[in-house]
């Protein structure tokens, strides 16, 4: 069964760091570009971070500089690093990656950056 599992969210103080880990199974991880994507209340889903199977990273503009995307093929993990977290970053943190024309999803862990 092909799944990505997300995980380490939390409540965190603006200015604090969060890491966030992703765990694939039933398909060759080293294969595939992976992304994080975040949905906050009220607002549509938008792209964090992606990284190409030759651990290529992009970054959407409000994270630039401050969170960081890599992966570990031994491990099929792929892990976000938040750092510098501010209030508006709060929001539903997800797993993606697409294959054969196919999106999928994992389930999503909820970052909360409050004081």
């Known amino acids: 069964q092909v799944q990505v599992v997300e995980s380490g969210g939390g409540l965190v103080q603006p200015g604090g760091s969060l890491r966030l880990s992703c765990v694939a199974s039933?398909?060759?991880?080293?294969?595939?570009?992976m992304a994080w994507y975040r949905q906050a209340a009220g607002k549509q889903r938008e792209l964090v971070a992606t990284i190409t199977s030759g651990s290529r990273t992009n970054y959407g503009d409000s994270v630039m500089g401050r969170f960081t995307i890599s992966r570990d093929n031994a491990k099929n993990t792929t892990t976000l690093q938040m750092n510098s977290l501010n209030i508006e970053d709060t929001a539903v943190y997800y797993c993606?990656?697409?294959?054969?024309?196919?999106?999928?999803w994992g389930q999503g862990t909820q970052v909360t950056v409050s004081s």
């Open positions: 993606y990656f697409r294959r054969s024309g196919v999106d999928y």
């Open positions: 039933g398909f060759i991880f080293r294969f595939y570009t």
